[in-house]
């Protein structure tokens, strides 16, 4: 089909020998995130090898655009069946449990909408047997205009605002990052510090080899489980597939900088570890485990954030993302910049219009019989 100057084709991701090429050639011409690089999904193609198909959407003999959409059933309630078309995931919950952010198609820097429209239009009108089309965790504002151009009735279905501290911006200003913070979070950084340091030089430590780097990972695991349990929805180390994902992206990474292993060091005791993504000069806080202490004056985590960031600064990053959350410490250490969902857009379906009608009626239910508790 052709939107405007603009054509979309589609083949198998089998087939299509020259994606790898594709990908990397578009993403100098782009400005993404990690999650939209070759790094991110060329790794997803490989590990999960899913049942992709490819959008490719070209102006003229130019590429300016590709998306990997990925068919899936799912069932809700144990009646409702809805075939859905997700991009750059599975719809298989363990393998989706990598958590992709700032989600949306690759397209040339300028032609993000014209891209957009295209694909959204070409999945209208080419792919009429799907009832939802799946998208998150994407910006907000990037959501809405995908609803506009499609039409659809935009179901949210998770949602979340993202934290993070201009590094540039310190540079420019001269100041420390510390002299930024609340008063009260600067104390507690303090005070922590201090703490620590009465147990010894409280430093950050990078390993010097991609099984140093594993072994940060693996250490994560314990405290993470801890903090988040080990149920399906909760920590990622509590799923084999995550597992696998990230230590395979640990030993393809570590050494091309990709990825970041960090220890915070208080003497010969490690207080926590961090994960991040890197990409473009931008570090993606991905995640991280702190030691429990029964003092609450030692903050292990805001103790090591301020120390990775005024590390990250020191080195020349842009961006210190702590992505989607809306945990406390994401607002005390750094600033809002943007809002995460992930929405479905659905098609005039009788059985989506039923459900919604069902989950109004329950979501009204709920807000009486909590002000009727309050009360």
Request: with cysteine; glycine share 10%; hydrophobic share 35%.
């Amino acid at each position: 089909m052709t939107a405007g100057l603009l054509t979309v084709t589609t083949e198998p991701v089998d087939a299509c020998a020259t994606l790898r090429d594709d990908w990397l050639d578009l993403e100098h011409r782009a400005e993404l995130t990690v999650f939209l690089s070759w790094q991110w999904l060329g790794h997803w193609l490989s590990v999960y090898k899913p049942d992709a198909i490819v959008l490719r959407v070209t102006e003229g003999e130019r590429l300016v655009g590709l998306g990997l959409v990925v068919e899936t059933d799912e069932r809700r309630h144990g009646v409702l069946k809805s075939r859905c078309l997700r991009l750059h995931q599975t719809g298989h919950k363990l393998l989706d449990q990598i958590w992709i952010e700032y989600n949306g198609f690759l397209a040339e820097r300028g032609k993000e909408d014209a891209v957009a429209k295209a694909c959204l239009e070409h999945l209208c009108s080419a792919m009429p047997g799907w009832d939802e089309f799946i998208l998150g965790a994407i910006d907000a504002d990037e959501a809405d205009r995908y609803a506009r151009i499609t039409g659809l009735y935009k179901h949210l279905r998770w949602e979340a605002p993202c934290f993070g501290v201009d590094l540039d911006g310190l540079r420019r200003s001269g100041g420390h990052y510390l002299d930024t913070l609340s008063r009260n979070t600067r104390h507690q950084i303090n005070r922590a510090h201090r703490l620590y340091g009465e147990r010894g030089e409280v430093k950050l430590v990078r390993p010097d080899s991609v099984e140093g780097a594993l072994a940060v990972f693996d250490a994560i695991g314990p405290r993470h489980l801890e903090r988040w349990g080990h149920g399906p929805d909760q920590s990622g180390f509590a799923n084999p597939d995550f597992v696998r994902f990230h230590r395979e992206l640990i030993r393809e990474q570590w050494p091309e900088g990709g990825v970041d292993l960090i220890s915070v060091m208080a003497g010969d005791e490690q207080i926590a570890c961090f994960y991040n993504l890197l990409h473009n000069q931008v570090v993606y806080f991905y995640l991280g485990g702190m030691s429990v202490e029964t003092d609450n004056r030692l903050k292990p985590g805001l103790v090591g954030h301020s120390l990775c960031i005024e590390d990250y600064r020191h080195h020349g990053f842009h961006y210190y993302d702590f992505m989607g959350g809306d945990e406390r410490y994401k607002s005390n250490l750094g600033h809002f910049h943007r809002n995460l969902v992930q929405i479905a857009l659905q098609r005039p379906r009788f059985k989506l219009k039923l459900e919604d009608v069902a989950r109004r009626a329950r979501n009204r239910w709920l807000g009486e019989a909590s002000a009727g508790h309050e009360r």
